[in-house]
């Protein structure tokens, strides 16, 4: 139990589109859900918290209109990257609170690899 | 502002032989810490876990420990195999919810 899940797992795009990322729990609800970002051999950054129902709140340095977040329903939010740049190229990761599953234990999706061309 | 420190960045260790990674957190009202092993390209493994009422936890070849009095947990993994080969990040959590994440600890095991 406790599966989440990341779609796509790989994205090439060019510079200047805008590619969503979506992060879904298989089999439980997830009021809160959280977006990291992994460079290469470092560690996990947390963008963002994201609350179903109601806006992300958005670690400093985190630009909230390039990185869009919406939480629409207990099973689904979504990472829109705007505008992309090579810059923005790195490893997403999200990962879903499921307090009635097991208290303040976060359960990760597999990633999403983005590259911008 | 919060932050996790996390030793050794690299670790190198024989098959069958003990590997111990340290964290040391700084906020004081964390309640929970969770391990996690992550393999190239991929998203992060919980592999144990420890709450803050708990001393000690032991799972199989792996446990975990906590001082709370001096903010410091433990990784201890014992007769490593080549498959434990893998980025170990430790991780502290408290009344946010939120995860404060160490820097994260390279570990090969030479078979």
Known sequence: GAVVSQHPSRVICKSGTSVKIECRSLDFQATTMFWYRQFPKKSLMLMATSNEGSKATYEQGVEKDKFLINHASLTLSTLTVTSAHPEDSSFYICSALGLAVRYNEQ????GTRLTVL | GEN?????????VQEGDSAVIKCTYS???S???PWYKQELGKGPQLIIDIRSNVGEKKDQRIAVTLNKTAKHFSLHITETQPEDSAVYFCAASGRTYKYIFGTGTRLKVLA
């Open chain 1, 107 to 110: 359960f990760f999706g597999p």
């Open chain 2, 4 to 12: 996790v420190e996390q030793h050794p960045s690299t670790l190198s």
């Open chain 2, 27 to 29: 906020d004081s009202a």
């Open chain 2, 31 to 33: 309640n929970y810490f």
